[in-house]
């Protein structure tokens, strides 16, 4: 049972560049987050799913696009990178009805 | 008024002591309520959920105050190893479920 996984761990893209975070987690969780955190900002919510098939935006989703093709993923796309989404992304993970979050280990992105 | 308020710190305080650090939120529909704890360059992870009665797990106790809108975190005969950042959380449900993450308070313990 390695809870939620996160690939890569680490990355260092060029201006404009595109990317895929990979989210994965195998508690047959219903709803999964995606967050940066960056220092003195906290957690902010980029986008988070409901359930296979269902995407939403959170509160910074700009620059950002999510697919929740199967249950158990969750990517984070990356079209065109900016030094502004250099940061630490985690990803987390929750059943329904229980509002414990389970995170991911992050995966630390440089934007040069 | 932010969604949840807590004091940076940091909070630096001598190994043994006792340390207490609050939270304040502004939904009063707010629900459900949390202490996260999350080490330098590492995950969050629960540390504990804060019940309307208070709660307690070892040398930690958490507490509601649902009339003035916040939650607390006491930690007694604090360890070198309880030095990290503690998150509150606060969720609210209702049409739209929200999960709201404070920006956390740094504790430094100091041997």
């Known amino acids: 049972n390695a809870g939620v996984t996160q690939t890569p761990k680490f990355r260092v893209l060029k201006t404009g560049q595109s990317m895929t975070l990979l989210c994965a987690q195998d508690m047959n969780h219903e709803y999964m987050y995606w967050y940066r955190q960056d220092p003195g900002m906290g957690l902010r919510l980029i986008h988070y799913?409901?359930?296979?098939?269902?995407?939403a935006k959170g509160e910074v989703p700009d620059g950002y696009n999510v697919s929740r093709l199967k249950k158990q993923n969750f990517l984070l796309g990356l079209e065109s990178a900016a030094p502004s989404q250099t940061s630490v992304y985690f990803c987390a993970s929750r059943g329904g009805g229980v509002w414990e979050q389970f995170f991911g280990p992050g995966t630390r992105l440089t934007v040069l | 008024r932010k969604e949840v308020e807590q004091d940076p710190g940091p909070f630096n305080v001598p190994e043994g002591a006792t340390v207490a650090f609050n939270c304040t939120y502004s939904?009063?529909?707010?629900?459900?309520f949390f202490w996260y704890r999350q080490d330098c360059r590492k995950e969050p992870k629960l540390l504990m959920s804060v019940y309307s009665s208070g709660n307690e797990d070892g040398r930690f106790t958490a507490q509601l105050n649902r009339a003035s809108q916040y939650i607390s975190l006491l930690i007694r005969d604090s360890k070198l190893s309880d030095s990290a950042t503690y998150l509150c959380v606060v969720n609210t449900r209702g049409g739209d479920d929200k999960i709201i993450f404070g920006k956390g308070t740094r504790l430094h313990i100091l041997p």
């Open positions: 799913s409901v359930g296979e098939g269902t995407t």
């Open positions: 939904n009063s529909a707010s629900q459900s």
